[in-house]
């Protein structure tokens, strides 16, 4: 009989190695440079969802938020859920605090809608009126400890949009993709596009690179799944590589940004700049994109420890910040969607599998929480912006949303056994759940277009 992943994983005990060589790119297995000190310090959360507590609540009805409060697992839920009908949403509780055994917690979801599960919270709502699932649910977490004593408490809203495209939305909008890998793998952005034509939301993706991008070799595919996506690539490199004659096309190992331009590529004394209006000039039709989601972070910070880790978030940071100004200095009006870091794989096999032993899921795992921490203090209630944080690391299964593959134990047993084999690239599968969690976020504003529309 072989066992599941899923017994493997009840309860999960990680190894914490030491991280003696951690520079290993997170994207490709190429080593990345440690990032130069940038000072900074967290600012105050402007976002008020999160709420933290680290000893037990003392009496029935007393006020959870505790401003300042520490809280050892860092519970961690969105001031909001974008959701909608006929679209499967996810809480997955491993993802949303931190604790190096999950299994020793129990967790209790207090919501209307939904099932909650062993792993977690699910809800596939209906457009049916009689249902009554579009608006707004709230949604409560709490984690409990061995002693049934509450330590951690967390509230959101699920919110519901129909699926059904309205008339403010039929006027065709473009979506720029940003990222890394993750990105580069071009199955989210595929995701997207796919539900975007099968609701009849006419949807254009921007960029260079992708299977369906024109400036590729062949001049793509024809299936219009383009982006933005370079493997090991960190907001750093987008703000600040240049590489005259390698660059919207080339291969991504060579490329400079493509967002950075010379009016003479020949001219070595001319200083290259950020020039979005050339960039949608040439791939957009000379204006800019109605949405631009960014995902970086995992190569920002893949080899940080507890005690560069903020210098590294802060070198992230102001580079992420330059982007942001770029697009925003072409149009104000573009919706920026910051994609908060996705779950690393749930075991320490998918590591080994990538990095031997050079890296710790635990020390990912930890470096993407504080990421997540530290965007919703920087990037956090900014929609007044046109910046929004966008929660796609919930709705990633880390058991299922990954690769595994089987083999015997070890070398003197004919038990097979199977092992996840990626650390931080998703499957097909979890890329398609990040998929429909930023293709939900882009339609949220249905509601604001309509009112648009009537105005």
């Known amino acids: 009989m072989q066992p599941s992943l899923a017994r493997l994983l009840a ?3 990680l190894a914490t190695i030491s991280l003696f060589s951690a520079s290993a790119d997170a994207a490709d297995n190429n080593a990345v440079t440690t990032p130069p000190r940038i000072p900074g310090s967290p600012e105050d959360s402007a976002e008020k969802a999160l709420i933290m507590r680290d000893k037990p609540v003392a009496k029935e009805g007393e006020e959870a938020r505790q401003a300042g409060a520490e809280n050892p697992l860092r519970l ?9 009908a006929g679209l499967e949403t996810n809480v997955y509780f491993d993802n949303a605090f931190l ?11 207090t919501c209307a809608r939904g099932a909650q599960q062993n792993e977690r919270w699910t ?9 009554k699932d579009l608006g707004n649910h709230p949604f409560t977490l709490e ?6 004593r509450i330590v951690a408490r967390a509230e959101t809203v699920v919110r519901v949009r129909d699926r059904a495209v309205s008339e403010a939305e039929k006027s065709p909008a473009s979506l720029l993709i940003i990222g890394d890998s993750l990105t580069n793998a071009s199955v989210y952005s595929g995701r997207v596009l796919e539900l975007a034509t099968g609701d009849g939301f006419p949807l254009k993706l921007v960029g260079t690179r992708g299977p369906g991008a024109e400036a590729q070799p062949g001049g793509g595919d024809g299936s219009g799944n383009r982006h933005e996506g370079y493997g090991g690539w960190t907001a750093e490199r987008f703000a600040t590589k240049y590489n005259a004659g390698i660059a919207r096309g080339g291969p991504y190992k ?6 950075l331009y010379r009016n003479d590529p020949g001219d070595e004394t001319e200083e290259p700049r950020l020039d979005f209006a050339r960039y949608c000039e040439e791939f957009n039709g000379g204006t800019a994109p109605d949405f631009v989601t960014i995902l970086l972070g995992c190569n920002d910070t893949f080899s940080a420890t507890d005690e560069t880790i903020e210098e590294r978030i802060d070198t992230m940071f102001a580079h992420y910040e330059t982007l942001v100004k770029m697009i925003h200095d072409l149009d104000p009006g573009t919706r920026i969607g910051a994609v908060l870091p996705l779950p690393p794989a749930a075991t320490q096999d998918a590591f080994g599998a990538n990095y031997g032993s050079g890296q710790t899921r635990w020390q990912y795992r930890r470096n993407q929480h504080r990421v997540i921490e530290r965007m919703r203090e ?3 209630g900014r929609e007044g912006e046109n910046l929004f944080l966008v929660p796609a690391w919930l709705n990633v299964d880390p058991v299922h949303g990954f690769p595994s593959r089987t083999e015997k134990a070890n070398a003197r047993t004919e038990v097979e056994i199977e092992r996840q084999s990626n650390g931080v690239h998703p499957s097909a ?3 398609r759940q990040l998929g429909d969690a930023l293709y939900a976020w882009m339609r949220s504003f249905e509601e604001a277009a309509e009112a648009e529309a009537r105005d």
Do not use: H
């Open 143 to 148: 984690i409990r400890d061995a002693a049934n």
């Open 254 to 259: 060579e490329c400079g940004s493509p967002f």
């Open 11 to 13: 309860p999960v005990f």
């Open 123 to 131: 809800w596939t709502p209906s457009a049916d009126p009689d249902a």
């Open 76 to 84: 961690l839920l969105p001031s909001s859920i974008p959701a909608l």
């Open 429 to 431: 599968e979890g890329y």
């Open 378 to 380: 920087t990037f956090g």
């Open 99 to 109: 604790a190096l055994n999950p299994a020793n917690y129990a967790v209790d979801v």
